[in-house]
């Protein structure tokens, strides 16, 4: 049987997930692109590493995410950001969301009605 990886190891082991943001009715070309983070990173680092990202303390969150690269949510028009995980709508915010190894992270640009 051979020996669990030290705090450290773990620490140090990398992932790759892929970021897809698509700016719905912001009229963007749609982004995509495969990030390298390190193990235990969040939806939302997954995010920050891609783009630009403004976020508040909103909701019961810390980091609500207002804005992704230049986009901001639109409330009185009922539009904004919602992410997926492998094709799956979260309920997890995404400061608390553990990304894993070879995850497809989706943000949209929603309109709810």
């Given amino acids: 049987m051979g020996a669990l990886p ?9 992932i790759a997930v892929t970021m897809t943001i698509d700016f719905g009715s912001a009229a963007r070309a749609l982004l995509e692109a495969t ?51 492998n094709g799956y709508r979260s309920n997890v915010p995404a400061e608390r ?4 190894d070879r995850d497809w992270i989706k943000w949209l640009y929603l309109s709810e009605s």
């Fill in 35 to 85: 990030i390298t983070l390190a193990d235990r990173s969040t939806v939302l680092d997954a995010l920050q590493f891609a783009v630009p990202v403004v976020t508040s303390r909103k909701f019961g969150m810390d980091h609500f995410v207002e804005e992704i690269d230049g986009v901001t949510n639109d409330f009185a028009a009922d539009r904004g950001w919602h992410f997926e995980v």
């Fill in 97 to 100: 969301y553990l990304v894993k």
């Fill in 6 to 14: 030290s705090a450290t190891e773990s620490q140090l082991r990398m």
